[in-house]
């Protein structure tokens, strides 16, 4: 099996910063896309950002030029930095990735989630 592991969420004021990091481990023959999503109570979870496995990033419109995403395929992990933090970034932030478990098997999943406030 495959377990995603994330932290860096808490608590920052609005304006500031924070990183999260992903680290994905078990059963894994090669790593695909991987992603960043948000929820919030009441709402659909939704896209932040994600990378291919070459590097190409997309990003969410509100999010654009505040945050980075970046992955070490080495290490299998996935960062994404956050910068000038809104209240509205608010959220339990997922992360997600399609992993090939063999050559013709991948398969889609999803870390427990870290929540980020934002708030002054």
């Known amino acids: 099996q495959v377990q995603l592991v994330e932290s860096g969420g808490g608590l920052v004021q609005p304006g500031g910063s924070l990183r999260l990091s992903c680290a994905a481990s078990g059963k894994i023959f090669d790593i695909d896309r991987l992603g960043w999503y948000r929820q919030v109570p009441g709402k659909e979870r939704e896209l932040v950002a994600s990378?291919?496995?070459?590097?190409?990033?997309n990003y969410a419109d509100s999010v654009k030029g505040r945050f980075t995403i970046s992955r070490d395929n080495a290490k299998n992990t996935v960062v994404l930095q956050m910068n000038s933090l809104k209240p509205e970034d608010t959220a339990i932030y997922y992360c997600n990735a399609v992993i090939y478990v063999r050559a013709n098997d991948v398969r889609t999943f999803w870390g427990k989630g870290t929540l980020v406030t934002v708030s002054s």
């Open positions: 990378i291919t496995g070459n590097g190409v990033a």
